[in-house]
Each structure stands twice: as structure tokens, then as C-alpha cells.
């Protein structure tokens, strides 16, 4: 099992561009999420799904879209980047009580 | 209000000391409460939950419902155990059945000097 998979693991945007962050995950959990990461911030829910076409909001939505069309896949949407996105984005999957996360991407919005 | 407090942004212990990282909780329900860690340039990762009871690398940690706090300890910590450490809560999702979503404090970063 390759586990959660994550792409791009970096990438630079400038202000107004958009851009999709990939996660997969290959092990049919039904729970998958995004998190963004920032210094003295933890870790702040931005998505979450309990499966195939349902999807919730975090703690941090704004300026994210999120679909789930397969069990397998959560892609995570910027329409329209801006600075304060800059951070570090980990998806997870959860089987019973544990998360396990994908090796993150680093995006910097210019 | 449901809440994770890591008072510690930063432990710095020596080799073979003992450590015990800090985390409190505020849930007026029955908690569910983890330690991940996240080892330099890898991805974060379950060390314990309170619930099995277990020990993982030398670490324990208790939940203690009167003093609301799940801290995470080991009597002797080693260099390898340098890593930022998340303690979190898990509570119930109002739409997802027993699905749990988690709730993370800021984290402690442990350092373990040689």
C-alpha cells in the first residue's frame, strides 16, 4: 500500500492563480481530510469528507474548495490564491480512531 | 468549549533525562485523546492513544479525567525522540455517525541535546 499520497510536494503561486492539491489514498477509508500547518498555528482543519460525495467544512474553509467523487481521491481547490495561504497542506485518512497523513505540500503564494 | 492546550512550545532535555511533554483538554463529553508525532522530514504519525494503554518508543501517558490532561511521558529520553509533538482530542461528528473529528493542540517541539 502506497498509503496517502500527496502532490505537488512544493509549489509557488502568485497572488489570483489557481491551483489543485492531489490526495489519494489506497487503503478505502471512508474519512479523508485537509489540514493546513502554520508556525504556532498547529494544525487547523480546512475540509473534511465521510465518504464518496459528502463534504464538510473545517474550522478554516475560506478561499478552499474540496470534492470527493471517489472513495480513493480529495482534491483540495484554490480559486484564487492569496498570501495568507501560504503554508504547509497535509491530507489524512482515518480508519477507526487513527489519521494517517499523506507527506504534505508546500505551497508559498507570492 | 472544546480545546487542546500544549502549554510547551518548545522541551529541551538531555539524553537520558526524564520527559514529560504537557497537554490538557477542555470536553464535557467522554474523550477520546491521542499523541501524534511528526520526526524531521517525516510525515505526522500515531504514537499513542489513551485507549489502548499501550507504551510506543519507551512513551506513556495517562489520562487523567479529574485534572483533564493526557500527558505524555518517558522516563529516559534518547536523541531520536527529538520530534514535534501533537496531543489531540477526538470528538464526535454532529452529521457522521461515530465518526470522530480531531481536535489538536499548537504542538511541542522536543529537543533531546546529547
Known amino acids: 500500500n502506497a498509503g496517502v499520497t500527496q502532490t505537488p510536494k512544493f509549489q509557488v503561486l502568485k497572488t489570483g492563480q489557481s491551483m489543485t492539491l492531489q490526495c489519494a489514498q489506497d487503503?478505502?477509508?471512508?474519512?479523508m481530510s485537509w489540514y493546513r500547518q502554520d508556525p504556532g498555528m498547529g494544525l487547523r482543519l480546512i475540509h473534511y469528507?465521510?465518504?464518496?460525495?459528502?463534504?464538510d467544512q473545517g474550522e478554516v474553509p475560506n478561499g478552499y474548495n474540496v470534492s470527493r467523487s471517489t472513495t480513493e481521491d480529495f482534491p483540495l481547490r484554490l480559486l484564487s490564491a492569496a498570501p495568507s495561504q501560504t503554508s504547509v497542506y497535509f491530507c489524512a485518512s482515518r480508519y477507526t480512531d487513527t489519521q494517517y497523513f499523506g507527506p504534505g505540500t508546500r505551497l508559498t503564494v507570492l | 468549549a472544546q480545546r487542546v492546550t500544549q502549554p510547551e512550545k518548545l522541551l529541551s532535555v538531555f539524553k537520558g533525562a526524564p520527559v514529560e511533554l504537557k497537554c490538557n483538554y477542555s470536553y464535557s463529553g467522554s474523550p477520546e485523546l491521542f499523541w501524534y508525532v511528526q520526526y524531521s522530514r517525516q510525515r505526522l504519525q500515531l504514537l499513542l492513544r489513551h485507549i489502548s494503554r499501550e507504551s510506543i518508543k519507551g512513551f506513556t501517558a495517562d489520562l487523567n479525567k479529574g485534572e483533564t490532561s493526557f500527558h505524555l511521558k518517558k522516563p529516559f529520553a534518547q536523541e531520536e525522540d527529538s520530534a514535534m509533538y501533537y496531543c489531540?482530542?477526538?470528538?464526535?461528528?454532529?452529521?457522521?455517525?461515530?465518526?470522530?473529528?480531531?481536535?489538536w493542540g499548537l504542538g511541542t517541539s522536543l529537543a533531546v541535546n546529547p
Open positions: 489531540a482530542l477526538g470528538t464526535p461528528f454532529s452529521n457522521a455517525g461515530n465518526n470522530r473529528k480531531l481536535i
Open positions: 487503503m478505502n477509508h471512508e474519512y
Open positions: 469528507s465521510v465518504g464518496a460525495g459528502i463534504t
